[in-house]
């Protein structure tokens, strides 16, 4: 942690516990002492957010599994019990439901954070790479729980994403029959599934304190991109950016709120409704909202180069698309974090925003339809020229721009561009 | 540069308006933490499914005088023997004070009414008892294989006696086989497990 | 440019994604139908779910089954039945009547003593019976076909309550140019066009118990409302509940908004 500890034992026992494990120690100067940028605006808050969601996440997912059936006779059965005769089952269900799908909204918008004001430039690449790999966990975890209520959608998905990995060549088929336990998705993947859907958020939780902590070395970032120079530049996380964090987090458990309540069923699909059939595919099987755009990046690769052929590439595609997060912090070549102060680079990345949404549109679409029925103007090709620009974004614009952009002039400290004695 | 005054309680003195908007909501998240647990407590209890099977109708009119069927009731047995006249005769003759546990143990009455035999029957043929012995929740043994010294049940994990009112005479049990909610529906079905509002003790004479 | 401000421009530039979905084929979009049970306080039409399943009893049930459903669901708060005269919908005698009006073999498991299966009379915790043992049954009877199951049916089907209500009312003379095959019938809000289902319902082929008059669409309302709540029977329930919660949380938000002002009062930032 920065600076030494300011924490005080007040009284006996505390004082007690402090000489054998200053646990009380760690959680003050983490969480009520530790000096915070003074600028963090609402961005910020997402961090918060999201720690209550994984909290919500596995309490509510508990409760769940106290109820729900892992077996292919039963597993639809189960769900539909929970939420018709469970005592509240209905409720709970909704929450975890819709929770995913909010936990996801939170995790793009602060991945999307620390894009725009640079948060995994050095000192903080640990931080940004324990970031990635607990949306990986997430998506796995998302991905499983998904299959769980053995509804079509549950079934097709696995089904598609697990005959993905037979795309990967001599191992492909092996390590899928592997995944499966069988010669298809059936009794055993559902119940390997649901093991692993309880055991990883705990994962995710233990990675989350590894971010924290690799978060408490450096410190936060902050909208202007400086680094903190002076006690002036810092605030006490508590009360200000408790209060702050807490006020956030009530917003969005009232949009959450609104879900929940009123409409649980949106963000589902009806086919998941319908219990599984291995012999009907529905018309057209969708990821939850929050793959969608890997899965346009999936069928945009639809043509093979050299030795890879279009299933392989889309595959390679599609899991590039998140590993090039991983070496982001290599990539960007500017010295600047905050797009604030970088002209040129934000408009490219507004494009990337609006190339990420796009891609989630394709995602949902068929490939062969045109987009906003323009003659000929298929999804396919929009995914395409998306896919290129995200992957150009990282690959090319980043790099480039670093070297060749010119900076705008920036303030002297985070105090000075407080108080706007040196406006930028 | 006064942040320091912005922290709550910072200068120490008396509760303000600014102590109160802290107070409050400190209160509401308060009320709120209690109030959602409620859902994740209330989700442990039983099921409406499980609910709807907490009650079973049971047809005696095959249960021949001397003969007696176990039925399963809510996870465990309940049984139901048609007695002779000689039971209930031999049932009826014992002193309340001959008996270890000299409470009816009847769901159907209140704590504290006597164990006599005309306690624990609704129509003295039919016996109907929990057949969970009270010791350790062993399933005594009855007509089909040892009825014990005392001509009821015996059960076997510690050699607790039953007479023929499901009484315990001798052994570990603490206390009679007891009587579940029950009324006869019409002349030869029971009803067995009553929700409160069908609890109806008029058909029960305490003596 | 603030970084909201980016947002807001990306999100407002993929505004046009939010168009409708355009649905397969010539597919009819159901039409937009009002329900007593739309919107944050809608609850459901209770006459109209007793009708509905008056429907579903006399004419739907000889086809599809609903195994989600138990007599007791009849009665439960919230349920065309429920009485406050008897909160245990198992007592419930319109349940009770309900439920023993059925006699037949409801498990196969439920055995006497020599191991045949029990015939009886039906139980409030005893599922609607189903009209075919198993899947093959079912489509051995419908010339192929597969009656679904009813209990999920409106959340099942994109369009849900306005789908079905469609579908019911929807049946036209076959065009020209369609392809029907024996024992299908033309029904342009259905995938394809051609549906194994004939025409359900047709003036008069019911009389209500409460009188109200039989019309093609008075009964697809009813049905629709019924099988609605049979797939959400929890929702009043969850409304009331979520107008109590947003109320909370609005509560909340504004004691904790002004804790968050009076803590930043005097700090620049």
Redesign the interface.
């Known amino acids: 942690m920065s600076g030494p500890s300011t924490y005080n034992p007040s009284t006996g026992i505390e004082k007690w516990l402090d000489e054998r494990l200053p646990i009380i120690r760690l959680g003050y100067d983490s969480f009520v002492d530790f000096p915070t940028p003074r600028n963090l605006n609402y961005w910020w808050t997402f961090g918060g957010i999201l720690a209550i969601f994984l909290m919500i996440q596995i309490v509510s997912g508990i409760v769940l599994a106290m109820h729900y059936v892992a077996h292919e006779d039963y597993a639809f059965e189960s769900v539909q019990r929970i939420t018709r005769d469970v005592p509240f089952g209905w409720l709970i269900q909704s929450m975890h439901a819709n929770g995913a799908s909010f936990f996801f909204v939170a995790v793009y918008l602060h991945m999307f954070r620390g894009l725009y004001y640079g948060s995994y430039k050095a000192p903080r690449e640990i931080l940004w790479i324990l970031g990635v790999v607990i949306y990986l966990l997430m998506m796995a975890t998302g991905f499983m729980g998904y299959v769980l209520p053995w509804g079509q959608m549950s079934y097709w998905g696995a089904m598609v994403i697990t005959n993905l990995i037979g795309a990967l060549p001599f191992v492909g088929e092996a390590i899928r029959e592997w995944l499966w336990g069988g010669f298809s998705v059936g009794q055993a993947t559902l119940n390997r599934f649901f093991s692993l859907h309880y055991l990883l958020p705990f994962v995710i939780a233990a990675v989350v304190g590894l971010h924290i902590w690799a978060l408490h070395v450096p410190g936060n970032g902050n909208p202007v991109g400086l680094e903190v120079k002076s006690k002036k530049d810092t605030l006490p996380f508590h009360p200000y950016y408790t209060v702050k964090d807490g006020f956030a987090i009530i917003v969005y458990l009232m949009i959450f709120a609104v879900f929940v309540f009123f409409m649980p069923n949106v963000l589902g699909h009806a086919d998941n409704f319908i219990p599984a059939d291995p012999l009907v595919t529905p018309a057209h099987i969708v990821p939850e909202w929050y793959y969608l755009p890997f899965y346009a990046i999936l069928r945009a690769i639809d043509f093979g180069i050299g030795p890879i052929d279009a299933k392989l590439g889309g595959v390679l595609a599609m899991f590039g698309a998140i590993g090039i997060l991983f070496v982001l912090p290599w990539l960007d070549t500017s010295k600047v974090r905050s797009m604030r102060y970088r002209p040129l680079t934000r408009w490219f990345f507004i494009f990337f925003v609006v190339a990420a949404l796009g891609l989630g549109w394709c995602g949902a679409k068929n490939p062969d339809d045109f987009v906003l029925g323009i003659e000929g103007f298929k999804f396919i090709y929009l995914a395409k020229f998306l896919t290129a620009y995200y992957f150009g974004y990282f690959i090319v614009i980043l790099p480039v721009l670093g070297i060749i952009e010119k900076p705008k002039e920036r303030p002297a400290s985070i105090e000075a561009a407080v108080l706007g004695t040196d406006k930028a | 540069?006064?942040?320091e005054?912005?922290?709550?309680g910072a200068d120490g003195q008396e509760p303000s308006r600014?102590d109160f908007?802290?107070i409050?909501?400190g209160g509401?998240?308060a009320v709120?933490g209690g109030?959602v647990a409620?859902?994740?407590i209330?989700?442990?209890?039983p099921?409406?499914?499980?609910?709807?099977?907490?009650?079973i109708?049971v047809d005696v009119s095959t249960v021949a005088v001397g003969s007696e069927i176990t039925v399963m009731w809510r996870g465990g047995p309940v049984f139901i023997r048609h007695r002779t006249e000689a039971e209930i005769a031999e049932a009826r003759a014992v002193e309340l004070g001959a008996l270890p546990d000299e409470e009816a143990r009847n769901d159907n009455l209140p704590a504290g009414t006597p164990g006599t035999d005309a306690n624990r029957v609704l129509r003295p043929e039919f016996l109907i008892v929990k057949g969970n012995c009270t010791h350790l929740g062993c399933v005594p043994l009855g007509l089909a294989a040892n009825t014990g010294d005392y001509d009821g049940w015996y059960c076997p994990c510690h050699g607790s006696h039953y007479d023929t009112s499901a009484r315990i005479r001798r052994g570990p049990a603490p206390e009679n086989l007891p009587v579940p909610d029950y009324y006869f529906e019409t002349e030869t079905t029971v009803k067995i497990g009553l929700?409160p509002?069908?609890a109806d003790n008029s058909g029960w004479a305490v003596s | 440019m603030k970084m909201t401000r980016i947002f807001a421009a990306a999100i407002a530039a993929l505004g046009f994604a939010g168009s409708a979905a355009a649905l397969e084929g010539d597919q009819h979009a159901p039409h937009e139908h009002h329900w007593h049970h739309d919107g944050p306080f809608g609850t459901y039409d209770t006459s109209a779910v007793q009708r509905g399943y008056q429907i579903y009893q006399e004419v739907c049930a000889s086809c599809h089954s609903m195994d989600l459903m138990r007599f007791r669901n009849l009665g439960q708060q919230g349920g065309p039945f429920a009485s406050d005269m008897f909160p245990n919908p198992n007592d419930n005698p319109i349940v009770m009547q309900i439920a023993a009006s059925y006699t037949r073999v409801w498990d196969q498991d439920e055995v006497n003593d020599d191991g045949d299966p029990v015939e009886r009379a039906g139980l409030p915790s005893d599922t609607f019976p189903a009209p075919f043992a198993n899947q093959q049954m079912a489509r051995a009877s419908n010339g192929g076909a597969y009656p679904p199951d009813l209990s999920l049916i409106v959340k099942a089907r994109t369009g849900g309550e306005n789908y079905i209500y469609s579908l019911l009312t929807g049946y036209e003379d076959a065009p020209e140019d369609s392809h029907l095959a024996a024992g299908q019938y033309y029904n342009p809000y259905f995938a394809g066009g051609a549906i194994a289902m004939a025409p359900p319902l047709a003036e008069g082929i019911i009389e209500y118990a409460d009188g109200t008059e039989a019309t093609v669409e008075q009964m697809a309302e009813d049905v629709t409302t019924f099988l609605s709540w049979a797939g959400d029977p929890h929702m009043e329930k969850r409304k009331q509940l979520g107008v109590m919660v947003l109320i909370y949380l609005l509560i909340f938000a504004i004691l904790v908004y002004l804790a968050y002002r009076q803590v930043w009062a005097n700090v620049k930032h």
Not at chain 2, 42 to 45: C, E, K, V, Y
């Open positions: 540069m006064t942040e005054n912005g922290a709550p600014r908007i802290y409050a909501a509401v998240a709120g109030l409620w859902p994740f209330d989700q442990m209890n099921a409406a499914d499980t609910l709807a099977l907490g009650s109708r929700s509002e069908e």
